[in-house]
Nanobody, 120 residues
């Protein structure tokens, strides 16, 4: 059973930055395409960004140019650097495995997520 543990969320003012981390308990992370998702109260969970096994990245239009997804396969970590945060970025953020950069379906059980609140 793969476990996902997200951290790094918090309260930040508009225009601020946060770096989210996700620890992935798998024997080998490098072969997996990994993604970040988010869910705001009353909304469906939505896809934010994907990093494929070869390191290529894709982003939702709403975060393109502000967020950066990265990975450290040796440490089995996935990161989301979030800059120029906006109130509409407030949500619980989750990481998960996806098939590829072209798919959005999460393949593992969800972790507990990490809360991001953008407010002045």
């Amino acid at each position: 059973q793969v476990q996902l543990v997200e951290s790094g969320g918090g309260l930040v003012q508009p225009g601020g930055s946060l770096r989210l981390s996700c620890v992935v308990s798998v024997s080998v992370l490098s072969v997996n395409a990994m993604a970040w998702f988010r869910q705001a109260p009353g909304n469906k969970r939505e896809w934010v960004a994907t990093i494929s096994s070869d390191g290529s990245t894709t982003y939702a239009e709403s975060v393109k140019g502000r967020f950066t997804i990265s990975r450290d396969n040796a440490r089995k970590m996935v990161y989301l650097q979030m800059n120029n945060l906006k109130p509409e970025d407030s949500a619980v953020y989750y990481c998960n495995k996806v098939h590829s950069s072209f798919t959005r379906a999460a393949l593992w059980d969800w972790g507990q997520g990490t809360q991001v609140t953008v407010s002045s």
